[in-house]
């Protein structure tokens, strides 16, 4: 893929200098566009990120530090009365 064919990019700036540090993603495709996005968000933490679609600016600001997801529990099956504590004679 040619990077004319490639309307969606994330770049990296530096915050001080504000200079461009590098493009990190060039795609055509929106979805794996917003999956970059997200996944530039947590591994460049502390940077300045800028989602292009072409030269509209979609989003931007500094990678924050979020709190990882908690993990989801298993689902427990229902529990089955034990034979000695069944009221039967």
């Not at 795609?27 to 679609?53: E, M, P, R, T």
């Not at 989003?59 to 979020?66: F, I, M, P, S, Y």
């Amino acid at each position: 893929m040619n990077r004319d064919e490639a309307n969606f990019r994330i770049e990296v700036w530096d915050r001080e200098d504000g200079k461009l540090l590098e493009t990190i993603s060039y795609s055509s495709s929106f979805q794996i566009s917003v999956a970059s996005w997200k996944a530039a968000q947590d591994f460049c933490k502390g940077k300045f990120l800028i989602h292009y679609n072409n030269r509209f600016v979609m989003e931007r600001g500094v990678a924050e530090n979020k709190q990882p997801p908690k993990p989801m529990r298993p689902a427990r099956p229902p529990r089955r009365p034990h034979p000695k504590d069944s009221s039967l004679p």
